[in-house]
């Protein structure tokens, strides 16, 4: 069975430029996440969606952070100027819904921001 | 507190025994996660443990659950060099997860 799909692996681009992050979850779940890794905070969830609709986006740093769901089977994390400082791992994630359900992981896309 | 706690490093030699502990928030999470992420890898679900129950067990995992302390343990028997790794502890909580920072797993030869 496929996991969840990331692309790119790897993003390498300079300061100022659009970032495109993209995911394919597992098919027949409904819940997707995505987060950014640090060393130095760690594991921060970004946002996540229930049936393709934003649940909860507190953790998107600030308005250049943007992601959309149009369909079950694709979401996009849009970085709109990029900073050096949004240099880490995302990681997509996706479940079945509801309380309980473990959330199974992609193998991140590692962007660098020069 | 608000955040789940690991200890950040632990380092073993191999064929010993290894356990990881951590101390999660929400009295009513109904199930407990343990996640290993090996390098340039994501989370990779290694077990999980429902509330009502107090221990698992799974080849050379054992998870045991003190709900009263709200303390969740990993014990990795005969670890081998390829359970080098970081462990994460997660909380059920609503229709989300919260994570611990995680626990990097260095074993010796």
């Known amino acids: 069975d496929a996991g969840v799909i990331q692309s790119p692996r790897h993003e390498v681009t300079e300061m100022g430029q659009e970032v495109t992050l993209r995911c394919k979850p597992i098919?027949?779940?409904?819940?997707l996440f995505w987060y950014r890794q640090t060393m130095m905070r760690g594991l921060e969830l970004l946002i996540y969606?229930?049936?393709?609709?934003?649940?909860?986006d507190s953790g998107m740093p600030e308005d250049r952070f943007s992601a959309k769901m149009p369909n079950a089977s694709f979401s996009t994390l849009k970085i709109q100027p990029s900073e050096p400082r949004d240099s880490a791992v995302y990681f997509c994630?996706?479940?079945?819904?509801?309380?309980?359900?473990?959330?199974?992981f992609g193998d991140g896309t590692r962007l660098s921001i020069l | 507190g608000e955040d789940v706690e690991q200890s950040l490093f632990l380092s073993v030699r191999e064929g010993d025994s290894s356990v990881i502990n951590c101390t999660y928030t929400?009295?009513?999470?109904?199930?407990l996660y343990w996640y290993k992420q090996e390098p340039g890898a994501g989370l990779q679900l290694l077990t999980y443990?429902?509330?009502?129950?107090d221990m698992k067990q799974d080849q050379r995992l054992t998870v045991l659950l003190n709900k009263k302390d709200k303390h969740l343990s990993l014990r990795i028997a005969d670890t081998q060099t390829g359970d080098s790794a970081i462990y994460f502890c997660?909380?059920?909580?609503?229709?989300?997860?919260?994570f611990g920072a995680g626990t990097r797993l260095t074993v010796k030869p």
């Open positions: 443990i429902f509330s009502n129950m």
């Open positions: 969606f229930n049936n393709n609709v934003p649940i909860d």
């Open positions: 997660a909380e059920s909580i609503s229709n989300d997860m919260r």
């Open positions: 929400d009295s009513s999470s109904t199930y």
């Open positions: 098919s027949g779940h409904n819940s």
């Open positions: 994630a996706s479940s079945y819904p509801g309380q309980g359900q473990p959330q199974h």
